[in-house]
């Protein structure tokens, strides 16, 4: 029982590369969630996802791009990386009781 | 727009001091969550705080909710270098609303 994985665990891009963030549950739990996380910023959220097949903007959305495949994944896309996109990003699904993180994506971008 | 204030930003203290985080909103919360999160993992769930002047104990870890449910505390006895982390407190808008979070207070405990 993994929880929630995240991969890759370290991402290198230059500026106008795509990439994208995967996210994958076992907990089977409909909610699930996109930060990122910025020294002296807290966690903000980018985008969530309530329910298969249905996805909302958060906090800081521009720039970013969600797909929710299926119950147990959610994906992050960006499409063309920006040095202000460097960040650690953070997926969590919510349980009855709390958010349960995943261990985080560290991404540069240069 | 709910903001959480939360304070000190950092701490840096010896081991086997006391020490108080607090965390802050101009909002009533419905019920407020605290997380610690240590170095390169995601934040863990300290602990759930629902009514007003409501306690919690969790070993060594006090969490008090306000009277008003606008302020929570943090209250940390004979701190160790375990403790170390970020703390960051939690609640939402509404029910159906995502959490929003502090910024987080990052208490270093050295030896």
């Known amino acids: 029982n993994a929880g929630v994985t995240q991969t890759p665990k370290f991402q290198v891009l230059k500026t106008g590369q795509s990439m994208t963030l995967q996210c994958a549950q076992d907990?089977?739990?409909?909610?699930m969630y996109w930060y990122r996380q910025d020294p002296g910023m807290g966690l903000r959220l980018i985008y969530y996802?309530?329910?298969?097949?249905?996805?909302d903007k958060g906090e800081v959305p521009n720039g970013y791009n969600v797909s929710r495949l299926n119950k147990r994944e959610f994906s992050l896309r960006l499409e063309s990386a920006a040095p202000s996109q460097t960040s650690v990003y953070f997926c969590?699904?919510?349980?009855?009781?709390?958010?349960?993180f995943g261990p985080g994506t560290r991404l540069t971008v240069t | 727009t709910q903001l959480l204030e939360q304070s000190p930003q950092f701490l840096s203290i010896q081991e086997g001091e006391n020490l108080t985080v607090y965390c802050n909103s101009s909002?009533?919360?419905?019920?407020l969550q605290w997380y610690r999160q240590e170095p390169g993992e995601g934040p863990v769930l300290l602990v759930t705080?629902?009514?007003?002047?409501e306690v919690k104990k969790l070993k060594r870890l006090t969490f008090q909710f306000g009277d008003a449910r606008k302020d929570s505390s943090l209250h940390i006895t004979a701190a160790q270098p375990g403790d170390t982390g970020l703390y960051l407190c939690?609640?939402?808008?509404?029910?159906?609303?995502?959490?929003?979070f502090g910024k987080g207070t990052r208490l270093s405990v050295i030896a």
């Open positions: 939690a609640s939402k808008r509404s029910g159906n609303t995502p959490l929003v």
């Open positions: 907990m089977n739990h409909n909610s």
């Open positions: 996802s309530a329910s298969e097949g249905t996805t």
């Open positions: 969590a699904i919510q349980t009855r009781a709390e958010q349960y």
């Open positions: 909002s009533v919360f419905s019920s």
């Open positions: 705080v629902v009514t007003g002047g």
